[in-house]
């Protein structure tokens, strides 16, 4: 019986030893560089410090558009632009116009020129009615000028586009079309 003891006891002491032998092994491991990634996930709302909405003030064809959704741009960056052709001929054609209006309304303050106290009604119709044509056509000008200005949107700031309402070149756009830009 003391034999069996000693031969479990060398058996257990054997089993311990290899344990010790097997803890101790120095083991070898590659290096390797790697991005460490976290997620987080919150509800709510984020609300940008600074937020443009640009439209178009007129409806018209779409002419350029140079971005897309999460792009980047710079403060002064073109966005996009209605079709500049028919606003410049019909800002060109104001102006003419314009042009005539005022030289007419020059010919015919020439002609009352000198007659303050005895201008005739009719002078004095033709003269005003001239003022006023004159005004009428400037103020067409710049208003042909202001389209042609508001036909393009221009990044106000740097930020990412958030949202694009119409892309597609040569679509009619309206004036609730355009871009979205966030700081």
Same mark, same amino acid.
């Given at each position: 019986? !003391?034999?069996?003891?000693?031969?479990? $006891?060398?058996?257990?002491? +054997?089993?311990?030893?290899?344990? %010790?032998?097997?803890?101790?092994?120095?083991?070898?491991?590659?290096?390797?560089?790697? *991005?460490? %990634?976290?997620? !987080?996930?919150?509800?709510?709302?984020?609300? #940008?410090?600074?937020? =443009?909405?640009?439209?178009?003030?007129?409806?018209?064809?779409?002419?350029?558009? $140079?971005?897309?959704?999460? *792009?980047?741009?710079?403060?002064?960056? !073109?966005?996009?632009?209605?079709? !500049?052709? @028919?606003?410049?001929? &019909?800002?060109?054609?104001?102006?003419?116009?314009?042009? &005539? &209006? *005022? &030289?007419?309304?020059?010919?015919?303050?020439?002609? %009352?020129? $000198?007659? @303050?106290?005895?201008?005739?009604?009719?002078?004095?119709?033709? +003269?005003?009615?001239?003022?006023?044509?004159?005004?009428? =056509?400037?103020?067409?000008?710049?208003?042909?000028? +202001? =389209? %042609?200005?508001? #036909?393009?949107?221009? /990044?106000?700031? #740097?930020?990412?586009?958030?949202?694009?309402?119409?892309?597609?070149?040569? @679509?009619?756009? /309206?004036?609730?079309?355009?871009?979205?830009?966030?700081?």
């Amino acid at each position: 019986m !003391l034999v069996i003891i000693a031969l479990v $006891g060398v058996w257990r002491w +054997r089993v311990n030893v290899n344990k %010790v032998k097997n803890s101790e092994k120095i083991r070898m491991v590659t290096v390797e560089k790697r *991005d460490v %990634v976290s997620s !987080l996930t919150i509800s709510g709302e984020i609300k #940008a410090e600074k937020q =443009a909405i640009l439209n178009f003030p007129i409806s018209g064809k779409l002419g350029f558009f $140079g971005v897309k959704d999460g *792009d980047e741009v710079k403060k002064g960056k !073109l966005l996009a632009s209605l079709d !500049l052709g @028919d606003l410049q001929a &019909a800002e060109t054609k104001a102006y003419y116009a314009y042009q &005539a &209006a *005022d &030289a007419y309304a020059k010919k015919i303050e020439d002609e %009352v020129k $000198g007659h @303050d106290a005895d201008e005739t009604f009719t002078q004095k119709y033709n +003269r005003v009615s001239a003022q006023t044509a004159r005004d009428s =056509a400037y103020d067409t000008w710049l208003t042909a000028q +202001r =389209a %042609v200005r508001n #036909a393009k949107l221009v /990044s106000p700031f #740097a930020g990412i586009v958030t949202s694009v309402t119409s892309n597609v070149v040569g @679509d009619t756009v /309206s004036v609730t079309d355009g871009v979205t830009v966030v700081d």
